[in-house]
């Protein structure tokens, strides 16, 4: 998959549970949030919306609240293939590196989705698990 066209200007956000500081880096080699939850992955995740954060923030294995942090690509990003229609690159401005990641801030404005919208999704997980769909990860 070719690297992402130029999006320096862009502001990215990463959803987790993990406690960070400015600086910290998030790098490759975590368990994803669904699927093989026993295997690392090879890349970091990043998105261009609050609202796709959330979604990580939310999902995330781990204990404590979920976070928000602003951040920035060590290294080339590219489309991430889990969520983004190929014939539209970009379109669900999430996107992957196997570079780190470099926390600059923390968004503690945000808002989560409804108790009911949550549970929808983490109904479609499971059935997605219960039928083997896994994560692209190549």
């Known amino acids: 998959m070719a690297a992402t066209d130029d999006l320096s200007s862009q502001r990215f956000y990463h959803g987790t549970k993990s406690d ?3 600086g910290d880096l998030m ?3 975590h368990p994803p949030n669904f ?5 690392a992955t090879s890349y970091v995740y990043l998105t261009g919306t609050l609202d796709a954060a959330a979604w990580g923030a939310e999902l995330a294995l781990g204990e404590g609240p979920g976070r928000i942090y602003i951040v920035e690509p060590t290294g080339p990003i590219e489309d991430d293939p889990n969520l983004t229609d190929k014939k539209y ?3 669900t401005k999430s996107y992957r590196s196997r570079e780190a990641l470099r926390v600059t801030g923390e968004c503690k404005d945000w808002q989560g989705h409804s108790p009911q919208v949550l549970t929808a999704m983490k109904d479609n997980l ?11 990860d190549d």
């Open 89 to 91: 690159p970009g379109a």
């Open 35 to 39: 699927g093989k939850r026993d295997r």
């Open 126 to 136: 499971e059935r997605l698990k219960r039928l083997g769909v896994e994560p692209i």
């Open 27 to 29: 790098e490759p080699g």
């Open 20 to 22: 960070l500081k400015p």
